[in-house]
C-alpha cells in the first residue's frame, strides 16, 4: 500500500512527475500552493483585485473558481463569476452547464452575472457558425473572447481568469510552433495585461497538469458539467494533446519543463521581434481592433445580428 509522503496515511493520488504520493489532505494543501506560487510568479494578483473568473461549466473553469474563491482572502481579492449562456442546443449542453454554473455561484455566494448570448445579441453559437459556414468552435471562440471582456468592464473586474492548464499551454506552444503562427506565440503569456478597453487576462493554473484538477474536483465533490461540447471534435488542437500525453507518460515532467522553458527563454525572444500590434478603436463598438472593425462587429453584420 503506497502512503502518503507527508503523514504516512494511505496515499489517494500520485503525481509521476514529482514521484510523490499524497493522501487527500495533503494534496489539496499541495495543489492550491502552487496555484498560489503560480499566481505570485507572474504576478497576476495584486492586494485588492476584482478576479473575474470566466466558467463555461466544465472541469477545469470550475476548478479554477473554487481554487481562487478558497485562495481569496489568504491571498487579499475578490472573486466573481462570469458565464455566456452560448445556446448550443445539442446534447443540451449549454442548458447542463448553465445549472452546474449557477449551483456553484450559489454555492460559493459569489457575485456573477450570466449572460444568454440569444437574449442579448439575438443569436446562438450554432447559428452563427451555421450562417457564417465556420467551424463551431473558430465562432464560440471569438465570441467569448469579445463578449467576457465586455462583461468584466461591465462588472469592474481588473483581472479576468480562464481555467487553462499545464496541458493546454503547451498544446497552445506545440501546435503554433508546427504553423509557424510566432506572432500569436508571441502572446502566448501567463498574464496579458490590462490595454485600452482590454481587462488584463490571468491563467492560474497554468502550471497545474490536468491530471491534478481532476484528482481536486473529485477530492472536493465540485459538480461540474461532465458532458463535452458535441463540437468539440472539430479541434485539430486535440491530436497533439494526445501526443504530448504519450511523451509526458514516457518522460513524467517533460511537459512543466518545455512550458518553464518557453515562457523563461522563448517568450522574451518572441516579444522582441514581433512586440504588441498597434490597435485603434473598432468604429462600431469603440472595441480595440488592429482594423476599421473589430471580429465580433464583422460577425455581427455578416449574419446581420444587432447589437
Excluded at 481579492?77 to 449562456?85: K, S
Excluded at 468584466?152 to 473586474?157: D, F, H, I, S, T
Excluded at 502572446?187 to 484538477?213: C, N, Q
Aim: hydrophobic share 40%.
Amino acid at each position: 500500500m503506497a502512503t502518503c509522503r507527508v503523514c504516512g496515511k494511505e496515499a489517494a493520488v500520485r503525481l509521476r512527475y514529482a514521484n510523490l504520493w499524497l493522501c487527500r489532505e495533503h494534496f489539496l494543501e499541495f495543489f492550491e500552493r502552487r496555484v498560489e506560487r503560480t499566481l505570485r510568479r507572474y504576478g497576476m494578483v495584486r492586494e485588492g483585485d476584482r478576479i473575474g473568473v470566466a466558467v463555461s461549466g466544465g472541469k477545469d473553469s470550475m476548478v479554477a473558481l473554487y481554487v481562487l474563491s478558497r485562495l481569496g482572502e489568504r491571498v487579499g481579492f475578490e472573486v466573481c463569476g462570469l458565464h455566456i449562456d452560448l445556446g448550443i442546443s445539442a446534447e443540451n449542453y449549454s442548458r447542463v452547464c448553465l445549472q452546474r454554473v449557477v449551483e456553484a455561484f450559489r454555492e460559493l455566494g459569489l457575485v456573477y452575472r450570466v449572460l444568454s448570448l440569444k437574449k442579448e445579441y439575438g443569436f446562438t453559437v450554432e447559428e452563427a457558425a451555421k450562417r457564417v459556414r465556420r467551424p463551431q468552435c473558430a465562432v464560440c471562440g471569438l465570441v467569448r473572447r469579445y463578449v467576457l471582456n465586455k462583461m468584466a468592464l461591465e462588472m469592474g473586474v481588473t483581472k479576468l481568469a480562464t481555467g487553462h492548464h499545464l496541458n493546454d499551454f503547451a498544446v497552445f506552444i506545440v501546435n503554433n510552433v508546427v504553423h509557424a503562427n510566432y506572432a500569436y506565440l508571441a502572446r502566448l503569456k501567463p498574464m496579458l495585461l490590462a490595454r485600452a478597453g482590454l481587462v488584463a487576462r490571468i491563467r492560474p493554473l497554468l502550471e497545474t497538469p490536468e491530471h491534478d484538477i481532476a484528482a481536486y474536483a473529485r477530492f472536493l465533490g465540485i459538480r461540474y458539467a461532465d458532458i463535452r461540447c458535441p463540437y468539440g471534435a472539430e479541434e485539430p488542437t486535440k491530436v497533439v494533446g494526445r501526443f504530448l500525453e504519450i511523451v509526458e507518460k514516457r518522460s513524467p515532467g517533460i511537459t512543466m519543463m518545455m512550458v518553464r522553458g518557453f515562457i523563461a527563454r522563448c517568450l522574451p525572444i518572441l516579444e522582441s521581434r514581433f512586440g504588441e500590434e498597434e490597435v485603434r478603436a473598432c468604429k462600431e463598438c469603440g472595441y480595440p481592433t488592429t482594423g476599421d472593425l473589430c471580429a465580433f462587429c464583422r460577425l455581427l453584420r455578416r449574419i446581420g445580428a444587432r447589437r
